[in-house]
């Protein structure tokens, strides 16, 4: 099942922190957090296993709460470079292959 | 080291033609994916390989055929191309890094079908 990424869409100005969330109805093995620009590929940022949290490059840091089988994405005094749209990717385990969620556009103004 | 590249980047075929995506990779990566992105719906999982001679099927693979003949190269195959399969097609490769399998994508390949 694909995960359900709130909110939709985000507009912030330059400083401000913003929380992206991804949930699933599943229980989860792990949850990956990818950016991506305009017409680009999208970037990796971060594993989450459950039970885990983790602080990436940037301000970037993210949480997983099993019990919510739910992935939190934290942004911190947020650069006009996190502008993009934000995707959570779901594994079960496996090598077989991410379940994405629809989505989070973050659009980040001077 | 050029990660993971895509042929073409664009291509415009008319319903009914066939053709051929070449996703290659330079890290010796054991993993390869085939997905679709298509506005709003994120990316969804057409095929995968877990290693050299094998494929598997995703979440969307009627239409697609795949093969991975050479570890480093996994092929995209349209036999019968439909307006339906008009969308941004990225493939990825990926390892065990101890935490989880981390995905790396080539730039994308855009193909329109009229």
């Known amino acids: 099942q694909q995960p359900v990424q709130s909110p939709q869409a985000v507009i912030l100005r330059e400083g401000e922190d913003a929380v992206i969330n991804c949930s699933s109805s599943?229980?989860?093995?792990?949850v990956h957090w990818y950016r991506q620009k305009h017409g680009e590929a999208p970037v990796f940022l971060m594993i989450?296993?459950?039970?885990?949290e983790q602080k990436g490059h940037e301000k970037i840091s993210a949480s997983f709460n099993e019990k919510k089988q739910q992935s939190s994405l934290y942004l911190t005094a947020s650069q006009l470079s996190y502008s993009g749209t934000y995707f959570c990717?779901?594994?079960?385990?496996?090598?077989?292959?991410?379940?994405f969620g629809k989505g989070t556009h973050l659009i980040i103004q001077p | 080291n050029a990660g993971v590249t895509q042929t073409p980047k664009f291509r415009v075929l008319k319903t009914g033609q066939s053709m051929t995506l070449l996703c290659a990779q330079d890290?010796?990566?054991?993993?390869m994916y085939w997905y679709r992105q298509d506005p709003g719906m994120g990316l969804r999982l057409i095929h995968y390989?877990?290693?050299?001679?094998?494929?598997a099927k995703g979440e969307v693979p009627d239409g697609y055929n795949v093969s991975r003949l050479k570890k480093q190269n996994f092929l995209l195959g349209l036999e019968s191309a439909a307006p339906s399969q008009t969308s941004v097609y990225f493939c990825?490769?990926?390892?065990?890094?101890?935490?989880?399998?981390?995905?790396?994508f080539g730039p994308g390949t855009r193909l329109t079908v009229t």
């Open positions: 599943k229980a989860l093995y792990s």
């Open positions: 390989s877990v290693g050299e001679g094998t494929t």
């Open positions: 890290m010796n990566h054991e993993y």
């Open positions: 990717g779901t594994e079960w385990g496996g090598a077989d292959g991410l379940t």
């Open positions: 990825a490769s990926s390892y065990f890094s101890g935490r989880g399998y981390e995905q790396y």
């Open positions: 989450l296993l459950k039970g885990g």
